[in-house]
């Protein structure tokens, strides 16, 4: 799970950014389902969501933290030789050679860590990783630091790390941690495996799809990831129906379809709606189905199998094509302790601010830009006077709390 996560000099953000996921209410107990206590007893928030007006950053809050991920998890094999690290800087910035900086603090396997890295985009400036032991003080693993003088890597490590081995392996623009596929360390074998449980919609580029822009290939390859798992399959029905769209049921048949660009046969999977009139079931192809109704169906075959691995799942622009009443049963999914046993976390983008009726103060970040172009981010609990009976949607729609369209 995510405690919280730090940035700076990343797109948007030129100044240090913190989207934190911990309840820092001391002495209140809240039956809310909405947060839950980790394993280490860390009280956090099950969903955020980031809201804000157009072009003020939140899909570049989201981006941080997928690049992140996916730098730390992948970049020993996504990037090649002395190739420049894809970092997106602060674009209006008059030093084009600011370091950007990234920090999570995590929990995984019932420990809890501190990841940190400032890198430039020819090479990683500082890596080190943290955990917390029972003293409540972060010790380090290791530490990895850029010598400007020897223009090499210089490690300290206490993970049994053959430091011979490392240095041959380790370039510098990629991770430690990706580095753990070549020289199978244990502990950042572990680590990776953390990384591995974020899935995310985002890209560099942005949002890299929505249920809409994936179209009929998107319903076909869900269909075939239900039909492979059963279970998920079930799972996805009963939320289908429970979200009242007019199904009594849903059901998937295999069948052949000629590749166009090749020529090939090849098998798909079609999914099909039952729709039960005057006592009859009556089959529909699920591509003539209501766009809602079709995205749903996809975006569940990404959002459950997170829910069951206790993953992390980050979604620029939650609500697209969807019915402002769907994005409270998709909060209540992660919410439920029925349905998201393993306390899976949601951070998400919308533009459908009705959500905000939905939630407490500590799952709201709020971005806006100043007037030098910079983003800036805060969560709602961070402005003073917010009281817990407020009616967060009424009052942010009145401008009460900043970071709303200007009309």
């Not at 172009?373 to 401008?399: F, H, P, Q, T, W």
Request: charged share 25%.
């Amino acid at each position: 799970m995510i405690h919280s996560f730090t940035f700076k000099n990343f797109c948007s953000f030129a100044e240090k950014a913190t989207i934190s996921f911990v309840d820092i209410r001391k002495g209140v107990e809240t039956k809310s389902n909405m947060f839950c206590d980790s394993p280490s007893g860390t009280r956090l928030s099950k969903v955020t969501t980031v809201i804000g007006p157009n072009a003020s950053g939140k899909t570049s809050a989201l981006k941080a933290l997928s690049f992140l991920g996916w730098f730390v998890r992948n970049s020993f094999v996504g990037i090649e030789g002395d190739q420049e690290i894809p970092v997106d800087t602060f674009a209006f910035s008059s030093n084009k050679d600011d370091n950007s900086e990234f920090e999570l603090v995590f929990e995984h396997e019932k420990n809890i860590y501190k990841y940190i890295l400032h890198l430039c985009r020819e090479h990683i400036i500082n890596e080190e990783l943290y955990q917390k032991e029972k003293t409540q003080h972060f010790n380090y693993l290791f530490k990895r630091s850029w010598n400007p003088e020897t223009k090499k890597t210089d490690i300290a490590q206490r993970i049994n790390l053959r430091t011979e081995v490392v240095r041959e392996i380790l370039r510098k623009n990629v991770s430690l941690v990706s580095t753990s596929v070549a020289i199978k360390n244990k502990v950042l074998t572990e680590i990776s495996n953390f990384w591995s449980s974020i899935f995310t919609n985002v890209n560099r580029s942005g949002k890299q799809w929505n249920t809409t822009a994936l179209g009929d290939k998107g319903l076909l390859e869900a269909s075939k990831s239900y039909d492979n798992d059963k279970k998920l399959f079930a799972r996805a029905v009963n939320f289908l129906r429970n979200a009242d769209i007019g199904l009594s049921g849903i059901f998937i048949e295999r069948g052949e379809m000629k590749n166009t660009e090749t020529g090939e046969i090849m098998d798909y999977w079609f999914p099909y709606g039952e729709h039960e009139v005057d006592g009859e079931k009556h089959k529909l192809e699920f591509f003539y189905e209501s766009s809602g109704t079709k995205n749903l169906f996809v975006l569940l075959h990404y959002l459950l199998p997170v829910v069951q691995s206790g993953g992390i799942a980050i979604i620029d622009e939650l609500e697209v094509d969807l019915h402002p009443h769907l994005l409270p049963l998709i909060v209540e999914l992660f919410a439920n302790p029925q349905t998201n046993p393993k306390n899976s976390q949601l951070l998400f983008t919308s533009h459908s601010v009705e959500i905000l009726n939905y939630l407490e103060k500590e799952q709201v970040v709020l971005v806006e830009k100043n007037e030098n172009c910079k983003s800036e981010l805060y969560r709602l609990d961070e402005i003073k006077g917010v009281r817990r009976d407020d009616n967060i949607y009424a009052k942010y729609m009145a401008g009460a709390y900043g970071a709303v369209p200007n009309i």
